[in-house]
């Protein structure tokens, strides 16, 4: 069971690729902690973790808030960054406007926010150019997403 | 297959290899491209065979539940890359042969992808 | 083994027009990441990847490889197919995986 809400939230900054994923991590091992099966948990830590690194690959900083009861988990990262003109266009599988140094590590290959998008229930993305962008996503608890924790 | 298997086969060194012999590892994923990996939904027991070194491999990694990496062409991992590995109780292995090598070997003992459908 | 064969063999269909389908492929190299393949692949070798931005046709044009082959179903960019036409670089797109058309890749050749 899950009493109430539980929240927290992480500082991310622009370009630490050395930190890259810790606040994901905490995520993962709270929900887990919380009792919350294992495949909610996956979806919700690859989502929290590819939007973590569009922050560290985009942005100059960010926070990461996360909220669990036991309906939801919803996460909102707000960052301070150049912000998405199209966010259509960047929501297409494979466009991506990362540098190519950034691709030589592994990442920027496009598939970010469709992959947040794709293991999320409600997916919201906001940004101003020039000052920032807003993603919230929430994963829906069933009752038999939820076990008791051990 | 047990990873005590994969290591005399890719004649590999280990970097750090908790209960080799008790960890099976049943699907590989050959890739340098992380999104990918966390992407594709990753079978159970999959390992990862891949050339960057960097800790956000094994990142990827704890977050796909992949059980254990394999690093190519002799690259040895990132320090970073190897506490978080110890810290997240995940084996790493380095091997001199190149990806195509490695893939070809563990495909002939009957390994497959750790995305996709069987063929 | 000639390219045209071991794309028979794997299967799939080579994308681009103008290109040398007898040419021997002498090995493989397989890598997501562009300076890898530009420090490590050999001339003559068929390059498993599944990048598909313009850039692959560059490297593979520089290096002498003698084709590309595009995993996991991923087709590659407009752009990417232009510029191979132009430069004469094989492209073929597989469904299988990067660690699938390796091995059946490997079995073929005989390595």
Redesign the interface.
């Known amino acids: 069971m899950i009493k109430g809400v539980i929240e927290g939230s992480f500082h991310i900054t622009g370009g630490d690729f050395t930190n890259a994923g810790i606040a994901s991590s905490e995520v993962k091992s709270i929900l887990t902690g919380l009792g919350i099966s294992s495949d909610i948990v996956r979806r919700a830590a690859i989502a929290t973790f590819e939007a973590e690194m569009n922050v560290i690959i985009h942005a100059v900083a960010g926070v990461m808030h996360y909220y669990v009861s036991s309906e939801r988990i919803r996460v909102v990262i707000n960052d301070m960054g150049a912000g998405i003109p199209d966010i259509e266009q960047a929501m297409q599988e494979g466009f991506s406007t990362a540098p190519d140094w950034v691709r030589e590590m592994g990442w920027g290959a496009g598939m970010g926010l469709p992959n947040i998008k794709k293991n999320s229930d409600v997916f919201r993305l906001e940004s101003a150019v020039g000052e920032g962008t807003t993603l919230e996503i929430i994963l829906n608890l069933r009752e038999e997403d939820l076990h008791e924790a051990e | 297959m047990t990873l005590i298997q994969i290591i005399e086969i890719l004649e590999a060194r280990v970097v750090f290899g908790p209960n080799a012999d008790e960890t099976e590892i049943l699907s590989?994923?050959?890739?340098?491209?992380?999104?990918?990996l966390?992407?594709?939904s990753v079978r159970p027991k999959a390992m990862l065979?891949?050339?960057?070194t960097?800790?956000?491999?094994v990142?990827?990694a704890?977050?796909?539940?992949i059980k254990a990496v394999v690093f190519v062409?002799d690259k040895t991992p990132e320090r970073?890359a190897v506490e978080l590995a110890r810290q997240?109780n995940i084996p790493l292995l380095v091997t001199r042969l190149?990806?195509?090598?490695a893939?070809?070997?563990?495909?002939?003992e009957g390994?497959?992808?750790?995305?996709?459908e069987d063929? | 083994m000639k390219l045209s064969e071991i794309a028979d063999r794997l299967g799939i269909k080579i994308k681009t027009k103008d290109c040398d389908t007898a040419r021997e492929v002498k090995g493989c190299y397989i890598s997501d990441l562009l300076s890898d393949v530009m420090a490590n692949a050999k001339e003559g070798d068929i390059w498993i990847t599944l990048q598909t931005h313009p850039n692959i046709v560059a490297v593979a044009s520089l290096k002498n490889l003698s084709g590309i082959i595009i995993t996991n179903n991923r087709t590659p960019e407009n752009d990417t197919m232009k510029k191979a036409e132009d430069e004469h670089i094989a492209i073929a797109s597989s469904p299988l995986s990067t660690f699938e058309t390796g091995g059946l890749l490997y079995k073929m050749l005989g390595c």
């Open positions: 590989v994923c050959a890739s340098d491209l992380m999104s990918d966390l992407h594709f065979i891949t050339g960057l960097n800790s956000q491999v990142r990827t704890e977050i796909s539940e062409l970073e997240k190149s990806r195509f090598t893939c070809g070997r563990l495909y002939s390994l497959r992808s750790c995305t996709g063929r």
